[in-house]
């Protein structure tokens, strides 16, 4: 499978304040393109997701932007919390398939 | 409602033992997934079932890896003379149909002494 590469491994950000963690992919076949959450001990839970026919999602604090000719999408939390500390994973998939995913984004939101 | 589970959520096991791992999906979900997680890596993926279809096993990591799925449910993840590089957390994700959300259940934690 081709690789999701995920940036930066590891980010603190202060309460209120904006998260930015970005994906690239090199699979032009990926069509489906979702966000994961997951806390200590859990498994991941879906947050947002996007198809490449648009550049942009959003659903509450949360949005995604998706340039399909870099082949690069970002995940943006905007008015972090503490409640959003965890560890964040972008995916992909192209078809009927298992994800693709990056290797996380350890996130810590200050108070 | 019930979620994804997977039993059990820890395993401790000696090298060269052989292990089963259980998953049993959201009802009425015909699509099962397994994926390995390392510490401080990404979810790999392993193998996915697609109600009574062959599996795609393209993921599977060696051939000491095997999966099976009962009457398009209950699915257990095989792993035969364990090593310690198979040591990871182990999650089983399922979804309605093969292009649907998947829901991923807690884990099973496999540690190789």
């Known amino acids: 499978q081709q690789q999701v590469k995920q940036s930066p491994q590891s980010l603190i950000v202060q309460k209120g304040g904006i998260s930015i963690i970005n994906c690239a992919y090199e699979n032009t076949a990926f069509d489906y393109f979702p966000w994961y959450q997951q806390f200590p001990g859990k498994g991941p839970a879906l947050l947002i997701a996007?198809?490449?026919?648009?550049s942009e999602k959003k659903e509450g604090r949360f949005t995604i932007s998706f340039n399909k000719s870099a082949k690069q999408f970002s995940l943006h939390i905007m008015d972090s919390q503490p409640g959003d500390s965890a560890t964040y994973f972008c995916a992909a998939r192209g078809g009927a398939d298992g994800l693709t995913f990056g290797k996380g984004t350890h996130l810590i939101i200050q108070p | 409602g019930a979620g994804v589970s997977q039993s059990p959520s820890n395993k401790v096991t000696e090298k060269g033992k052989d292990v089963e791992l259980r998953c049993d999906p959201i009802?009425?979900?015909?699509?099962l997934y397994w994926y390995r997680q390392s510490l401080g890596q990404g979810l790999e993926f392993l193998i996915y079932f697609q109600g009574n279809s062959a599996p795609d096993k393209s993921g599977l990591p060696s051939d000491r890896f095997s999966a099976e799925r009962t009457g398009g449910s209950v699915s257990t993840l095989t792993i035969q003379r364990t090593q310690q590089e198979d040591s990871a957390v182990y999650l089983c994700?399922?979804?309605?149909?093969?292009?649907?959300?998947?829901?991923f259940g807690p884990g099973t934690r496999l540690t190789v002494l």
């Open positions: 009802s009425g979900h015909t699509a």
């Open positions: 996007i198809r490449p026919d648009v």
């Open positions: 994700a399922s979804s309605l149909g093969s292009f649907n959300e998947q829901f």
